[in-house]
C-alpha cells in the first residue's frame, strides 16, 4: 500500500473518535457504492503512454518511394549487407529455356534490376522474384496506380487518411507487422495492456506511425503584433517627449501598473495624466517600435531556446512565447496565442528564422516536452528542400536529467527560463490584463528593453542588441524617446 496513504489513514484516525470513524466508515461505503454524488473522488491517473497529442519526428516516405526505412538505400546496398553477413557472393540470375522477365522489369520492394530476377510462376509468368530481397513482384508493375500520398519510414506501408480538419490531416499506418507499432506495443505496462485488451482500438494509445500534414495561409504563420491603429498619435500627443519616455521607463522598465505610473508622475514631477493616458502611450509606443523592433531583432548564432510562459488575459490563460540565443542573450523572436497549439509555435519558427532556407545553417534549437515544437519544427523543415539545412530540436524534458539530452542541453533551457522570470515581474503588477491587445503591446515594448536597454551581467552589463542611436543617451526617457524617432523616421 502507498506509504502516504496509510498516513492520510492515521491523521483521519486521530481526528475522529471510535463512534464517529464508524459512522465515516458508512459513508465511505456509501461513496464505494455510487450512492453519495456529492462526493467526488480523485479521478485516476492517466497510464505511462497516454499522450493526448503527440509527434512522430520521422517524416514520412514519398509514395513513389518504396524502399523501407531498414534497407531504404537502394538493392546495392542491400545486397552489400546480405554478402557481408552471409559471406556468399549474390550472382545474376542463370535463366534457362528463355524463360527471362521482360526487358525494363524491376523489383518493386529493392528496385533491383532484371538480372537478379527470375519468373516466379513458370507459363504464366505474371509474377517475379527478387533474388536480393527475396520478395515477388508482378512482372509488367501495377496496373492501377496507386493512390498513397505518403509511405510508412519504418515498414514502407501506405499511409492512408485518417482524420482531416481545416488546419490539418492525419495520415497513419494500418501495419500491425510495422516495427514502429511493435515497438510501441512492447513498452506498454501490464495495466496499460490490460485496458487494451478490453479495447484493441483504444484511441488513448498512439501505437501506429502517424503523420499530420498541415494546411497554413501565410496570415497563420505571422506572429501576433500590436494594432497599427490606435487611439493616440505620438505626433500629436499634448504632453511633451520627455513625460512619454517617463511614462515608458516607470511602465516597461520598472513594471509599474498604469495607475501606479499615474501616480509616481504626480507625486514625484507634478505631472498631470490619467492612467488611460498611460496606456494609450503604451500601445501607441507599441505599435510605432513593432516593426523597428522585429527588424532589429538578431538571428540565432549558436544554440537558441524557446518556450512559452502564461499570463491572464481577461481571466483566461494566455500565452506569450520567446526564442533567446544563448549567445548574445538577444530575443530573437516572440509571439502571444490564447493556445499553446502548433500554429503558435510554428509562428514563433518563422520570426525567429524566416521563411523555410532563407538562413544558410539552423543552430540547434532547446524546447521542453511540449509537443506543438515537435509539430512545428517537422512542418517548417518539411518546407526546407536541403537536408543539411534543416532545424535540429534538442528536447529537456522535466525537472530532472533523466536522460543524456536533457543532461546536455539543460543549461540552455534555463536561460530562457531566467527570462520568463523576468518578463514575469514586468507583468505580474497588472495583476492580469483586461484585452489581449494590451498584453501584445507590454509584450512588444518589454522586447525593446530586454534588446536595446537592459544591461545583462552575462555580457559584462552590455545590452544584448547594441544600437549606435542609443550610445550617447545616459537616461532612459530620452532611449525611448530615441528609439521611437528612429523607428518614426
Known sequence: MNHSLIRIVKWFCRQLSFNELASAVVIFLEVLNYSRNDIPLKPNEKPPHYREFRIDTLPPLPASEKDTADTGHGWEKLKKEIELKTGKIITPVQFRNGNKPPIGCKCSHCNAPRQYLYVNNGKIQSQVKCKICGKTSPTHGNKRKPKAKYRCPYCSSALFKWKESQQSTIFKCPSYS????????????????????????????????????????????????????????????????????????????????????????????????????????????????????????????????????????????????????????????????????????????????????????????????????????????????????????????????LDEESREYRSFKQLVERLNRTYKYHTRPRAGFKTFDGAVALTTLFVAFYNFMRPHSALKNATPVSLDSLHDCDLMPEKWVTLIEQAAA
Open 178 to 401: 510495422c516495427g514502429h507499432y511493435l515497438r510501441n506495443k512492447m513498452i506498454l505496462t501490464d495495466e496499460e495492456k490490460t485496458i487494451r485488451s478490453l479495447q484493441k482500438y483504444n484511441p488513448n494509445f498512439k501505437l501506429h506511425y502517424q503523420y499530420r500534414e498541415y494546411h497554413l495561409s501565410p496570415d497563420d504563420l505571422k506572429s501576433t503584433r500590436p494594432a497599427s491603429k490606435t487611439k493616440v498619435d505620438l505626433a500629436n500627443i499634448h504632453n511633451s517627449y520627455h513625460t512619454l519616455g517617463l511614462v515608458l521607463t516607470f511602465t516597461i522598465n520598472l513594471g509599474l501598473s498604469s495607475r501606479t505610473t499615474r501616480d509616481a508622475l504626480k507625486g514625484i514631477f507634478d505631472i498631470s495624466i490619467s492612467h488611460q493616458t498611460v496606456i494609450n502611450y503604451i500601445n501607441s509606443s507599441a505599435s510605432y517600435l513593432s516593426a523597428f523592433i522585429d527588424n532589429n531583432c538578431p538571428k540565432p548564432l549558436t544554440t537558441s531556446a524557446a518556450d512559452e510562459t502564461y499570463i491572464i488575459v481577461d481571466n483566461q490563460w494566455t500565452y506569450t512565447w520567446f526564442v533567446i540565443d544563448s549567445k548574445t542573450r538577444a530575443i530573437c523572436a516572440y509571439n502571444l496565442s490564447q493556445h499553446r497549439g502548433m500554429q503558435p509555435a510554428l509562428a514563433l519558427l518563422y520570426n525567429c528564422f524566416g521563411k523555410p532556407g532563407e538562413m544558410q545553417t539552423h543552430p540547434d534549437l532547446v524546447t521542453d516536452g511540449n509537443p506543438s515544437y515537435d509539430a512545428a519544427v517537422m512542418a517548417y523543415n518539411d518546407l526546407i528542400k536541403n537536408d543539411d539545412n534543416k532545424l535540429t530540436k534538442r528536447t529537456v524534458v522535466g525537472l530532472k536529467n
